[in-house]
């Protein structure tokens, strides 16, 4: 059986009765009474009134045009005290009008109200009526001042029916809308209608179900927060969306319009009403507190287009202004229609960092990261096909700036990281330097212009701004004649294009025109390599003659921009720009393909941070590689990228995100607090690293949690005159933790006059994994260099161990102590080295995977792992390695055991490591558990000689740069030096040579023999 719960005998359910309280009200708040029945909602004719009361007293209700009857009631007291704090601010702030007493005759009102308390009239003129604090006495003769009532700004207009008085009851249409005003603790409104009273139960007092919400969790920056705020008592009038504005000191009611038009801001109607909330009802709410943390910054919007108020005399700064979202919701949000709040995260707010929102004394943290990016390509049809689109695909919330809004990664925004692709070896702006803007008179009179490199590696030049008047820029392109003549192909072998992009300065372009200028951006005599530009964005084919002239150019290269006309007015940065030069056809017998493709990616409508786009790929036709119908047609910057592929290109596709992830967050600085005492404890996410891996470092301590809300952040030092430099704790104050790699401190040094960095310049900071937690996590990548002990040389860490120190300034006992993660024991074994004594049962020796391996190539590294397992094994107690190498040095450090006995160690090897057999000794509680041996061969040409190839014959290094390398080989023997007639300068066809073996298209034995016809010549010396 069923069971329905049924109203008592005599009472209905509420179905005609409205009360704007959602079960609870406080202070001053105005309440709104409905009642919508058809039976008395005719408009054309008189209807009797409906019988509702307040706590038994009546309530005169009036019929508006719509047909529904409408009363408004406060509590007397709270009513007043906001008028008393609103005076002098007449409409404005919490102004509730005049005050009338209840023996103010009918005539007057135009009904009787005698069985309220008072009586809240909406303009000035009474005579006997009261402010706030005036006595409450009979108020006679007529209203015929302005509307000062702030309070019911929207109500409903009395009806108006032929042969009945205004509102059915005669109110007075000058006295509406009325206040009826009351005193009590919780109120029962009942409508006592014919077959059944309909009763509101509303409990009057402290206000509950407060909260303060953000829209996510972590932001990056230049990123919308959106705020809300979910209130009741804010909402002071029930008509209309409320308006509230929190200075740092002062709290503002209707400082603005909800449509963010000046309502009370600058004059005596902007009423400060921070010492007032107590009287008016608030208890920790009212109140909203912003700490920027280094994080936040405040801005203006459509609600909000101010950054201070004032009321004539004194100023406000710090403003925040939350606006109701609809009448009587009591949610309030800092964002208007466009979804631009008036709190963001800052441009350059550095990751590691988090500012605050406290509302009703609960904080809402906003912490900058971090947070980790993916990319993927989805080929539709399972593989890659020509003319078939891909699905590109980037999960990645920091570049969601609006959690409310579509964003997308747009090459004209500086913010964007762009997924790029790069076949073979275009020239972009990666490298240019020396920016400068010039009018009318032309790059001579250039001036300097602030400027930098997007750092997303998609090869962008980003400028600080265009000046007014600017009628062009001239940028150092980075690049020599040298690489401009490898990279054009000539002879009608292919075709040679200008790829462009000034999308974010399009309104101060006309027709532009790019010509490159040699050794002085002013010279007369420069290549015209386009003109006419009437769109900010293209991809257009190069002269042949012009490429000719660039190629047989000699000189630094600029490029120069011809806006076609002055910019009308400046622009404000950062304005990202692109001009990239691009190679398709066929020289020497050998493909070229030289392009680079940026996607604009679109943000997915119902999955926030996930960013999709497509890509696809033609193959040349009949016309080649360089076929400018085919090479016009590809899609070099844009949400569909289509790029030439076909042959050897395809294999080296890749498609870059240059995501800052959990490595790059930046240093912050958090408050000191007392706490209670506690031992803290250090680890590491493994048991060895690779070089450019991250090391992830995971402090675990109670102690520094100084806040259950918010979440704490501990930076890295970075002023160099501290002893205290490289570490993460304060300039003055001491360590924290510091970060030892091969025994030292991970800090920065000054080798030949160039400055490197140590734990600062990697962005490291701990951050608490959450409010209240005492967990911390930290990231850096694993260098492949750092400063010796001295700091006056650069050594590899290979080979090395890493620990962790955490400075516990007070343990569980009271006193400072320092944590490690379980340093190695010294070098000594008990038994000689390499004398492997017989395992134990259940132990498996060490041995090394693989037992030989080739010397890396210069820059890169090369792993070695040694494994086996122990019997017996101490929880916590580490396996020591001591690697020896062909050189005598021993290196020493500790890796930790598994439960089951199990201990692995990837030993990392650098091109300076010397080749021979390495031995490495595994002890265990300082008895000598076994050894593992293995060999590092060197290569026949060492990887470093490919690089200088590649740099050589790209122009990149000078001709003597290369051969001083060279001359490695034949100190080694790989190059013979027979006798020869002298030569003066290297022959051409010698840099295709290094050029072709650099990509791998002719064999080691081909690029030496060209080699040792410099060598002959007397051009390679011994």
């Known amino acids: 059986m069923l069971l329905l719960a049924a109203p008592a005998v005599g009472e209905a359910l509420a179905e005609n009765l409205h009360v704007s309280a959602d079960g609870i009200f406080s202070g001053s708040m105005v309440i709104e009474v409905v009642v919508r029945d058809t039976e008395i909602s005719d408009t054309s004719g008189t209807v009797g009134e409906p019988d509702v009361t307040v706590n038994g007293r009546d309530l005169r209700m009036v019929q508006s045009s719509d047909g529904a009857w409408y009363a408004y009631f406060a509590h007397a007291g709270a009513a007043r005290a906001a008028d008393q704090a609103a005076i002098g601010a007449a409409g404005e702030s919490l102004d509730f009008g005049e005050f009338c007493g209840p023996d103010t005759a009918a005539g007057v009102l135009g009904a009787d109200f005698s069985d309220t308390e008072a009586v809240a009239v909406p303009r000035g003129g009474l005579e006997g009526a009261s402010d706030g604090q005036g006595p409450l006495g009979e108020c006679t003769g007529s209203a015929d001042g302005p509307v000062i009532n702030n309070v019911v700004r929207r109500a409903s207009s009395p009806s108006s029916a032929s042969g009945a008085p205004p509102g059915q009851i005669g109110i007075d249409p000058d006295m509406w809308p009325i206040i009826q005003l009351f005193s009590f603790r919780d109120v029962e409104v009942k409508y006592n209608r014919a077959g059944g009273v309909q009763q509101e139960d509303i409990e009057y007092g402290e206000m509950e179900g407060i909260s303060v919400e953000l829209d996510r969790a972590t932001y990056p920056a230049g990123a919308e927060v959106f705020v809300t705020v979910h209130d009741m008592q804010l909402n002071q009038d029930p008509t209309d969306e409320d308006s509230w504005t929190f200075a740092s000191s002062g709290v503002f009611y209707q400082a603005y319009t909800d449509r963010g038009s000046d309502a009370g801001n600058g004059g005596p109607g902007l009423v400060d009403l921070e010492g007032s909330l107590g009287r008016l009802g608030f208890e920790d ?426 979440l704490e952040v501990y930076g890295t030092v970075n002023d160099p005159a501290s002893p205290y430099v490289d570490t993460v704790g304060s300039p003055d104050g001491g360590i924290l933790l510091e970060v030892i790699i091969n025994g030292e401190r991970y800090r920065r040094c000054t080798v030949d006059g160039v400055e490197h960095g140590g734990l600062a310049a990697s962005g490291f900071s701990l951050v608490e994994t959450g409010p209240g937690t005492g967990i911390f996590e930290g990231s850096f990548k694993m260098p492949s260099w750092i400063c010796s002990k001295d700091g006056d040389r650069l050594i590899s860490p290979a080979g090395g161990n890493i620990d962790a120190r955490y400075h516990d300034a007070r343990d569980s006992s009271g006193n400072p102590n320092i944590f490690g993660l379980g340093a190695p024991p010294q070098a000594g074994a008990s038994q000689q080295a390499g004398a492997s004594p017989e395992p134990r049962s259940g132990e498996v020796p060490p041995a090394a995977d693989p037992r030989t391996l080739l010397q890396p190539a210069y820059g890169g590294t090369a792993e070695v792992t040694v494994e086996g397992s122990l019997a017996g094994q101490r929880r916590g107690e580490p396996v020591s390695i001591f690697l020896n190498s062909p050189d005598g040095s021993v290196s020493t450090f500790g890796i930790s055991v598994t439960d089951s006995g199990r201990y692995r160690a990837v030993l990392m090897l650098g091109h300076e490591s010397p080749p021979g057999e390495y031995t490495a000794d595994v002890e265990y509680l300082g008895e000598h558990v076994g050894s593992a041996s293995f060999t590092l061969d060197a290569p026949r040409i060492p990887g470093w000689v490919r690089d200088s190839a590649r740099w050589w014959s790209g122009g990149i290094i000078s001709d003597g740069e290369f051969l001083d390398g060279l001359e490695y080989l034949a100190r080694t023997g790989v190059v013979d030096v027979p006798a020869g007639e002298g030569l003066q300068r290297v022959p051409d066809w010698t840099r295709d040579s290094a050029r072709w073996w650099a990509d791998g298209m002719i064999t080691d034995d081909e690029f030496l023999q060209s080699m040792e016809f410099l060598a002959g010549r007397g051009l390679i010396r011994t």
């Open 285 to 710: 709410n009212g109140r909203l507190e912003v700490d920027p943390g280094g994080v936040l910054v405040l801005k203006t919007n459509r609600h909000q287009p101010d950054v201070s108020v004032t009321d004539g005399i004194n100023e406000f700064g710090g403003i925040v202004t939350l606006v109701e979202t609809r009448p009587s919701s009591g949610v309030f949000v800092s964002y208007d229609s466009s979804s631009t709040s008036v709190i963001g995260t800052g441009p350059d707010a550095p990751r590691g960092l988090a500012g605050s929102i406290r509302y009703n004394d609960e904080a809402a943290s906003v912490p900058t990261g971090p947070t980790d990016a993916s990319i993927s390509v989805e080929y539709r049809d399972g593989v890659p096909r020509p003319g078939t689109r891909a699905d590109v695909i980037v999960t990645d919330a920091d570049q969601d700036a609006s959690s409310r809004e579509r964003d997308s990664l747009g090459a004209d925004r500086a913010s964007s990281v762009l997924p790029t692709m790069y076949i073979g070896s275009p020239l972009t702006l990666e490298r240019a330097s020396d920016v400068s803007f010039f009018g009318s008179r032309g790059p001579a009179t250039g001036e300097r212009a602030g400027h930098g490199q997007a750092k997303d590696g998609s090869g962008r030049l980003v400028v600080d701004g265009v000046p007014a008047g600017t009628e062009g820029l001239s940028i150092k392109t980075g690049y020599s004649s040298g690489a401009l003549r490898s990279l054009l192909v000539s002879d009608n072998q292919g075709s040679n294009w200008l790829n462009y992009d000034f999308t974010s300065m399009g309104r101060a372009l006309g027709r532009a025109s790019v010509h490159l200028a040699f050794g002085d951006p002013a010279d007369p005599s420069g290549v015209l390599l386009a003109e006419g530009l009437g769109s900010p964005r293209g991809l257009v084919q190069i002269d042949e003659d012009a490429a000719a002239s660039a190629a047989d150019s000699s000189g630094t290269a600029y490029m120069v921009v011809d806006f076609g006309g002055a910019a009308p007015s400046g622009l404000e940065g950062p304005l990202p720009i692109i001009l990239d030069l691009f190679s398709f056809g066929e020289q020497n017998g050998r493909d070229v393909n030289n392009a680079v493709y940026r996607f604009e990616l679109e943000e997915e409508r119902d999955s926030p941070g996930v960013f999709t786009g497509t890509l696809e790929y033609v193959v040349p036709g009949p016309g080649g590689t360089g076929d400018p119908g085919l090479v016009s047609s590809l899609r070099t910057i844009d949400e569909d990228v289509r790029f030439l592929g076909g042959g050897r290109a395809m294999d080296d596709v890749v498609i870059t995100y240059s995501d800052l992830d959990r490595t790059g967050i930046s240093t912050g600085q958090s408050e000191a607090r007392e706490a209670e005492v506690h031992s803290g404890s250090v680890r590491t996410d493994s048991n060895s690293y690779g070089f450019g891996r991250p090391v992830t470092i995971i402090l675990e301590d109670p102690d520094l949690n100084r806040s259950h809300d918010t």
